[in-house]
């Protein structure tokens, strides 16, 4: 009987993870679940230990996780949980090891010490909301999908009712939505969106790979573009969870600091990217038979070849592999979601296309495609007009970008089934 290990980081989350620990009692004794399926709940509250006599903020952080500590230990919930504090003063973090991906890693370390081949890893965040069928279906999900070594699951932020707010994480989804239906309609293998509270992992699978990368921002990121190396990584799940939006300085980049900058104007780091650029990516793919018998060039070629710096790349893997079919997963493992991101931050920035057009040229070729189609209901169609009339992405009306952000989420949501 497998066991769903449930993993959350906190810093500074005392108004936010008693919700998420509702949430997750809610859906373990929804229906069937809480019969039939052990859960346990780890959850790591962590800070630098030297913030405890740094600045009157980190002073304040370091209070708030003291006190959140003392409402873990209180509470009596109703699945077991463990806590792991790396927050008192002499446990925090040292030197240079901390940050959110050290806390996942702690988290994972110590699930793997104690899991079983088939368990389920489920990473969360402090501020993570799902519906009480959530877990069950994950459970569901990957009993009828026994190839698959993990799933990034699909999410939602829901909406704050501040502008502000709203308009920064809209901008950011529609982003983040583009390039994923862009990735799917190219049928990229790292097709996927990374969101450190929707990923779900089979304990042996994170074994393989030796666990999470700790690194200071992107953690999710490279864990699920490890996972895709090593297996298929589902896409689909018939429930979502909801992230919080909310700004945030903590990490280099990621929802809170994308925020932070798109609110305050600065859209360069997460542009609109043009479907020409992906379609360059997909006419590489199309050339990986012949690429195994002799070079060529494209312009994604030629940017993995500068990138790697090595002018003998392609014939070094053809030593090594025995067929097409293995040169094709070897050329895959190259040309990964970094260098496909690395590729469109290129060339957006040597020949720059407006956001605006972007936008709108891609919701064009987007409704040709009939998987894509039908989700487009009324509501895109009375915001196209203000959508063509518009002279920037910023002037667009916070309900005009709500309506592209749901818009672009059921495109998503339509690709991602048909392709699960």
């Known amino acids: 009987m497998d066991t769903l290990h449930i993993a959350i980081p906190a810093m500074d989350e005392l108004e936010y993870l008693p919700q998420t620990l509702q949430s997750i009692e809610a859906s373990v004794f929804s229906g069937k679940s809480s019969s039939e399926r052990p859960y346990t709940v780890y959850i790591c509250v962590n800070q630098p230990d030297d913030w405890w006599n740094d600045t009157a903020e980190h002073r304040r952080i370091c209070e708030s996780n003291a006190a959140l500590l003392r409402v873990l230990e209180e509470c009596r919930p109703s699945c077991p949980f463990v806590v792991i504090d790396r927050s008192s003063k002499g446990s925090g973090w040292t030197g240079k090891n901390f940050g959110v991906g050290w806390a996942r890693k702690v988290l994972f370390d110590n699930i793997l010490s104690v899991a079983a081949p088939d368990d389920l890893i489920v990473s ?48 950011y989804e529609i982003y ?95 542009p609109i990217y043009h479907h020409s650029l992906f379609t ?77 057009q972007s936008l709108r040229e891609n919701l064009m070729l987007f409704l040709t495609d009939a998987r894509c189609a039908k989700e487009a209901d009324n509501g895109l169609e009375k915001a196209l007009p203000e959508i063509q009339a518009a002279d920037d992405i910023t002037s667009l009306s916070t309900a005009t970008l709500a309506i592209l952000r749901d818009t672009l989420r059921d495109m998503e949501m339509a690709l991602r089934h048909t392709l699960a």
């Not at 790349?313 to 990964?336: G, P, Y």
Request: overall charge neutral; hydrophobic content about 35%.
């Open 124 to 171: 969360m965040d402090a501020d993570t909301q799902f519906g009480k069928d959530y877990l069950q279906s994950l459970l569901d999900n990957f009993a009828a999908h026994p190839e698959w070594v993990a799933l990034s699951a699909p999410y939602y932020h829901r909406l704050t009712g501040d502008d502000g707010t709203d308009r920064a994480i809209l901008h």
């Open 280 to 356: 360059k990516v997909a006419a590489t793919y199309s050339l990986t038979d012949e690429l195994y018998h002799h070079d060529l060039h494209s312009e994604f070629l030629d940017f993995l070849q500068q990138q790697f710096n090595q002018s003998d790349l392609w014939s070094t893997i053809r030593n090594n592999v025995k067929d097409s079919n293995q040169f094709r997963r070897a050329f895959h493992e190259k040309a990964d979601g970094l260098r496909i991101l690395q590729f469109l931050k290129q060339k957006q920035k040597a020949e720059p296309i407006p956001d605006i």
């Open 176 to 270: 983040m939505r583009n390039y994923a239906i862009n990735m799917l309609r190219i049928g990229s293998p790292y097709s996927f969106t990374a969101i450190g509270s929707a990923i779900v992992v089979r304990a042996e699978s994170l074994r393989k790979i030796g666990g999470i990368t700790p690194v200071k921002s992107g953690e999710d990121f490279y864990l699920v573009q490890k996972l895709t190396k090593m297996g298929p990584v589902g896409s689909w799940n018939p429930e979502s969870v909801y992230p919080a939006a909310r700004f945030s300085d903590r990490v280099f980049f990621g929802t809170g600091p994308a925020m932070s900058k798109t609110a305050s104007g600065d859209l360069s780091s997460y």
